[in-house]
């Protein structure tokens, strides 16, 4: 065994594929980049999500107590990439990288139109937001392309790296 720096753990851990984060707070939608998440719950569906303070998205969150986690595949990586590059203070993002936002059925943010999977998600607990910017989500409405039938999904393994979802196998289980 060899020391790995710790900078470096994260690398090891991603937790899934990388998803866009959804926010509209006073008339004004926008996303970002976001692969700091987990599955909490399967019924009703719950996660837990990271949004570091420093995002413009956090304090819109935080106040509307709603999102929508969009999940991209990987023809939509440059616009995802830059989209993570780009602050939603500065620029309107779905504007500015030519993503398309929809109205949702139950939240005030939007779906994202080129994404074969919209989760519409409520703050289901504020107990970690303060120490840990750890989010708690119900997802209250679930929505999928069914002209991405099989999409490839991506994950960050750092400093511009990624890898591409791959062959899909099956092993006997209990879960369905």
Same mark, same amino acid.
């Given at each position: 065994m060899k020391t790995l720096p710790l900078g470096k753990v994260y690398q090891l851990l991603e937790p899934g594929p990388v998803v866009?984060?959804? %926010?509209?707070?006073?008339?004004?939608?926008?996303?970002? %980049?976001?692969?700091?998440?987990?599955?909490?719950?399967?019924? !009703?569906? =719950?996660?837990? #999500?990271v949004v570091s303070g420093a995002n413009h998205s956090f304090a819109?969150?935080?106040?509307?107590?709603? #999102?929508?986690?969009?999940i991209p595949a990987r023809k939509l990586l440059p616009k995802v990439v830059k989209v993570g590059n780009t602050s939603g203070r500065d620029i309107d993002k779905f504007a500015a990288?030519? +993503? %398309? !936002?929809? !109205?949702?059925?139950?939240?005030?943010?939007? +779906?994202?139109?080129? #994404?074969?999977?919209?989760? /519409?998600c409520k703050v289901a607990d504020?107990?970690?937001?303060?120490?840990?910017?750890?989010?708690?989500? /119900?997802?209250?409405?679930?929505?999928?392309?069914?002209? =991405? !039938?099989?999409?490839?999904t991506v994950h960050h393994h750092g400093y511009g790296k990624f890898v591409v979802d791959g062959t899909t196998v099956t092993v006997k289980s209990r879960m369905r």
């Open positions: 866009l984060l959804t %926010t509209a707070r006073k008339g004004r939608a926008n996303v970002m %980049t976001m692969s700091w998440h987990m599955m909490i719950e399967f019924e !009703p569906p =719950q996660l837990a #999500c819109a969150l935080r106040a509307t107590g709603e #999102c929508v986690i969009a990288f030519g +993503l %398309t !936002p929809v !109205p949702a059925a139950q939240v005030g943010a939007p +779906l994202i139109a080129e #994404c074969f999977a919209n989760l /519409e504020t107990g970690q937001i303060n120490k840990y910017n750890l989010f708690y989500l /119900e997802v209250v409405k679930a929505w999928t392309d069914p002209a =991405q !039938p099989h999409p490839k």
